[in-house]
């Protein structure tokens, strides 16, 4: 699977971005995507993921309720809607799958290269 992330940028705190992720390469059935995220010195941190239904999705704390995880199966596409963004939001972000809901990145086989959000103050 290749995984191509995009829609990353520069936006002020309160603002908002949605991130793509196309993916190729495979079938797309039954696939878990996740987004993840690298802020500059910290670990890599896990983000939201939706099943391959759209019906179960997971976020983490410091996103829920402002980020929004959707996914297209006919596009073999997932989103990331980020509202209310913040400074600390900052961070490379990655889309991935794999075959479990998981927030550990174990849990994912195939990474794409990362797109940069920045959030100014």
């Known amino acids: 699977v290749q995984l191509q992330a995009s829609g990353g940028g520069l936006v002020q705190a309160g603002g908002s971005l949605r991130l793509s992720c196309a993916a190729s390469g495979r079938t797309f059935v039954g696939v878990v995507m996740g987004w993840f995220r690298q802020a500059p010195g910290k670990e890599r941190e896990f983000v939201s993921a939706?099943?391959?239904?759209?019906?179960?999705?997971r976020y983490s704390d410091s996103t829920k309720g402002r980020f929004t995880i959707s996914r297209d199966n006919a596009k073999n596409a997932v989103y990331l809607q980020m509202n209310s963004l913040k400074p600390e939001d900052t961070a490379v972000y990655y889309c991935a799958a794999g075959d479990r809901l998981s927030p550990e990145d174990i849990g994912y086989d195939y990474w794409g290269q990362g797109t940069l959000v920045t959030v100014s103050s």
């Open positions: 939706i099943s391959w239904s759209g019906k179960n999705t």
